[in-house]
């Protein structure tokens, strides 16, 4: 979505209703409505066809007293959510015909019971931006991923037949290193239909837990056995039994091989991760979220099974623009990791609802075109840190180091480079760990050391460790 500072925003009529801790507003021609809450409506109400994003952000900056920063990211998030909903856009538009206001109310309402889960943002993460949480248009989205015609028995099916029988056709915008894949038999390596190499990306540490999701055959579980060494778990989640049977019975190879036995195998699904929470160092995706019918999910999942100061690194193809509904409900294209595939927007915003932070883009490749729309191969990192103590502040600063004039963070922090910022405790962590290490010098208090919040092992203890 094209917006800037100078980007001046215009936004349809609507009524907005308070209903349970949400804000409705209703565009007054029945067809569109979003759910925020009050400061996201509030920030929505000011858009008046005359001012732009920056003099919109100065304004709620004033009037809510945030740091520039932070008002930037509140502003600059509900805008984009509400310009992917229609309403509110870049050029002005007719308002369409009234429906009576109880007829409205009523129908958005219906709507938003049916959105699957509240759609709030992980506020234990500290991400907590105004948000839509749900709209007329995340409602068609959903409806529109969850077509009758492909649901997870299909794509069973699809990688069920491609165990059974390797299809190259279906294979690969990138390809694992070769010298990762000496100890791997080559029933597996012909049953790769990856898009990335998450694992090679990862850096992974001796020791770690290691978790692929919709592990397929097993490569990557393979790959990742190997840099965990005999102390390390590499584990794999699959829903399709075929192919955990090709990844079993590569599985006593593998350990011939290596000379030690660190991978296992597991039945299930990426919406239901079957482990208990916080046992992962590491969460590894190739080329899957595309195929699940409903992404959040998948993400929380993921959230949930990770330690503190854990990171996901997801490799997933993204199209360049929002997959139209058509091709969304072919079959063999969603089997493709074609007709699921999110944004690369879309893919970084349920990222961070999740809670994830210090996103970074590793590779993007481009892939293919497929009726006239390109579809890249992305590869995201990201990491989880839960917040412990809430907002403490015992007089630790945390100094940003370069190489740029400023930085902000994920919660609207806004680092100068070379001033001294106070910082409350669980920040002051979360800057001492990756990715954020070596950026700042963080100082404590002169008096009383304060306590340790932090659990994360610096890079090189063992992992997992704490809580
Ligand atoms: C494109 S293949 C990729 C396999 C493997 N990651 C690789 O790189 O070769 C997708 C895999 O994800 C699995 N899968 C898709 N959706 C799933 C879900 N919701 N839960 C569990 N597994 C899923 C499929 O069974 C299939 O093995």
């Not at 310009?83 to 219906?110: K, Q, W």
């Not at 959040?296 to 100061?309: I, N, S, Y």
Request: aromatic share 8%; glycine share 10%.
């Amino acid at each position: 979505m094209e917006i800037h500072a100078e980007t001046v925003l215009y936004r349809s009529s609507w009524t907005a209703h308070a209903d349970n801790g949400h804000v409705l507003l209703l565009a007054k021609d029945g067809e569109r409505w979003l759910a925020t809450d009050e400061r996201g409506a509030g920030i929505l109400q000011t858009i008046d066809g005359q001012r732009t994003l920056e003099q919109l952000v100065h304004s709620y900056a004033g009037s809510a007293r945030q740091p520039f920063a932070r008002a930037w990211l509140h502003v600059d998030t509900i805008t984009r959510d509400a310009l992917r909903s229609g309403m509110v856009a870049t050029e002005p538009g007719p308002d369409g015909e009234a429906l009576g206001e109880d007829a409205l109310v009523a129908r958005a309402g219906a709507l938003l019971q049916s959105v699957n889960g509240d759609g709030r943002p992980n506020q234990r993460s500290g991400f907590n931006a105004p948000v839509a949480l749900a709209s007329h248009a995340l409602q068609a989205e959903i409806e529109a991923e969850q077509p009758a015609e492909v649901d997870h028995g299909d794509v069973q099916e699809f990688y069920g037949n491609a165990a059974e029988e390797p299809q190259a056709e279906l294979c690969c915008p990138v390809q694992p290193a070769p010298a990762d894949l000496s100890h791997i038999p080559s029933e597996v390596v012909e049953r790769f239909y990856g898009c990335g190499s998450p694992v090679g990306l990862a850096d992974i540490r001796p020791g770690e837990a290691t978790l692929d999701l919709g592990s397929g055959a097993g490569i990557d579980v393979f790959i990742a056995a190997r840099y965990v060494g005999p102390q390390g778990r590499a584990v794999g989640v699959d829903m399709t039994p075929a192919m955990l049977a090709v990844a079993q019975g590569a599985r006593p190879k593998v350990a011939e091989r290596l000379g030690y036995d660190v991978a296992e195998f597991h039945k299930g699904y990426l919406e239901k991760i079957p482990l208990p929470d916080k046992c992962i160092d590491l969460v590894t995706s190739n080329c899957v979220i595309n195929l699940a019918p409903d992404k959040r999910p998948v993400f929380a999942e993921m959230w949930r099974v990770l330690r503190d100061c854990g990171r996901a690194v997801v490799s997933d193809i993204v199209a360049e623009k929002p997959v139209p509904l058509a091709m969304r409900r072919n079959k063999r294209l969603w089997g493709e990791c074609i007709s699921g595939a999110l944004t690369e927007e879309a893919l970084a915003a349920y990222m961070e609802r999740a809670g994830f932070y210090g996103l970074q883009v590793l590779r993007r490749t481009f892939w293919r075109e497929v009726e006239g729309q390109r579809f890249f191969s992305v590869t995201v990192r990201g990491y989880k840190f839960e917040k412990q103590a809430g907002c403490t502040y015992l007089g630790q600063t945390a100094t940003y180091q370069g190489p740029f004039k400023a930085t902000v963070d994920e919660e609207g922090h806004f680092f100068p480079r070379g001033v001294a910022v106070e910082v409350c405790t669980d920040t002051a962590a979360k800057l001492r760990a990756e990715p954020f290490e070596g950026s700042f010098v963080i100082a404590e208090p002169a008096v009383d050391t304060p306590p340790d919040f932090s659990c994360c092992a610096p890079k090189n203890e063992t992992p997992g460790g704490c809580c």
